[in-house]
């Protein structure tokens, strides 16, 4: 009898273990393949500059993030749905085409100068 119990405890331990290890897995599958479909873009924005004047991402899901690395800035890309001010993110589906990215925080003397182009293919 108690080799029975034994080998039934046994047998419920590694059922349960499978099953919380592959609900584990599932997750880890679903997060994975929305990340894969979202493409991430960094600006960092400086007095009066951007990093880069030109950015290059692929049509769809596209995450842009914001760093203020010198001074207070925030962006707007014109004919989309971002805008972000200060640190931060935004996201929205674009359509190849090229996109003006401007700095949406009068920051000083500069501030006009603070353009960029993000080019969707």
């Known amino acids: 009898m108690k080799k029975i119990t034994l080998g039934i405890a046994a047998l419920l331990c590694i059922f349960l273990l499978g099953a919380c290890s592959s609900d584990s897995n599932e997750d880890n599958e679903a997060e994975e393949s929305t990340n894969e479909n979202t493409e991430e873009l960094t600006i960092e924005a400086f007095n009066w500059e951007f990093d880069q004047e030109e950015y290059t991402v692929p049509a769809g899901e596209v995450t842009v993030h914001l760093s203020n690395e010198e001074g207070h800035?925030?962006?707007?890309?014109?004919?989309?749905?971002?805008?972000?001010?200060?640190?931060g993110s935004a996201s929205d589906t674009l359509e190849a085409g090229e996109y003006t990215i401007r700095c949406s925080v009068p920051c000083g003397e500069g501030h006009s100068d603070m353009v960029a182009t993000l080019v969707v293919q």
């Open 73 to 87: 800035h925030g962006i707007e890309i014109e004919g989309t749905d971002i805008s972000i001010e200060g640190d």
